[in-house]
C-alpha cells in the first residue's frame, strides 16, 4: 500500500524505430508539468486515504474508491517513483484511523514510514483532537498532554507544506470537552485558545477543520472553535 518502498524496478523502453520513422517519444521526455498533471490525474483518489495499524508497527492503508493500479506508476523507474509519490501525498487526503489515544504513535510511524521529502508532500492530514486537562495544582489552568504536543511537534516539522488540517474529536479524546457546562464555559475557551496558540506555529497551514465523532458536544464549545475560525463538521 501507500508505505510499501518495494525496489523500484526500470519502466519498459520504446524500440527504436527505423530512421525513417519519427522518434518514440519517452513518459520522462514530455515536460514536467505535463507528467505532473499526468500523476495528478492517475493518484489522487475522490475519498480520504485512512491509515491505520492493524498488527505491529507496520502501517496500513485503505483508499476506498481507488483504481485496481492506482499507485503501478510508484513502482517503475527511481525518477517516476520519486515524482509520482510526490503527486500523490500531494494530492490526497489522509485519515488517521482507530483509537484517537494511539494516533501519535501511528502518525510517528506514517511520517517515517514514507520519509521525509514525502512528509513535506503533504497537503492534508486529518489527526486526533489534541487533548487538554486542568493543570494540577493550579485551580482554572489547563494544559495540553505531552502525547498530543508531541504529535502537533511532528506535522509543524515534518509536514511542511500542509495546507488542510483536519483534527477528529470523539470521547475517547475529548479531555476538558467532554460533558462541559456552561459554568466551564471560560476553561473550555482557554484550552481552545491553547490548541489555537500551537495550530499557529504550523505557518503553512491555511485551514483548521474539526470533525466531530461524538453527539451532544454544547453549543457554546462548536460557537468556541467557529470563533477561532475553525471549520466545524460532523464527523
Not at 8 to 34: C, E, N
Not at 59 to 65: C, H, K, S, T
Amino acid at each position: 500500500m501507500v508505505c510499501e518502498d518495494k525496489e523500484p524496478y526500470p519502466a519498459p523502453g520504446f524500440a527504436p524505430g527505423k530512421s525513417s520513422q519519427p522518434a518514440a517519444v519517452g513518459f520522462l521526455d514530455l515536460p514536467g508539468m505535463v507528467r505532473d498533471g499526468i500523476y495528478k490525474h492517475v493518484l489522487t483518489v475522490e475519498h480520504p486515504v485512512y491509515l491505520f495499524q492493524d498488527f505491529g508497527p507496520r502501517v496500513e492503508a485503505f483508499a476506498p474508491d481507488k483504481p485496481k493500479w492506482w499507485i503501478a506508476l510508484l513502482y517503475t523507474n527511481r525518477q517516476i517513483s520519486s515524482e509520482a509519490k510526490a503527486a500523490l501525498y500531494a494530492n490526497n487526503n489522509f485519515h488517521l484511523m482507530g483509537n484517537p489515544q494511539k494516533h501519535g504513535a501511528l502518525l510517528q510511524s506514517f511520517l517515517g514510514c514514507i520519509g521525509s521529502p514525502n512528509a513535506n508532500s503533504l497537503s492534508r492530514l486529518c489527526i486526533g483532537f489534541p487533548v487538554t486537562e486542568k493543570a494540577q495544582g493550579q485551580p482554572g489552568s489547563v494544559i495540553i498532554t505531552q502525547d498530543s504536543l508531541q504529535s502537533l511537534t511532528l506535522v509543524r516539522e515534518q509536514c511542511t507544506a500542509l495546507k488542510i488540517l483536519e483534527m477528529q474529536l470523539s470521547k475517547e479524546n475529548s479531555g476538558l470537552l467532554a460533558g462541559a457546562r456552561e459554568e466551564d464555559a471560560q476553561l473550555v475557551r482557554d484550552a481552545l485558545l491553547r490548541i489555537d496558540a500551537q495550530l499557529k506555529t504550523i505557518s503553512s497551514v491555511k485551514k483548521i477543520v474539526v470533525r466531530l465523532y461524538m453527539k451532544d458536544v454544547p453549543s457554546f464549545v462548536v460557537d468556541a472553535m467557529q470563533g477561532l475560525e475553525w471549520v466545524v463538521l460532523d464527523g
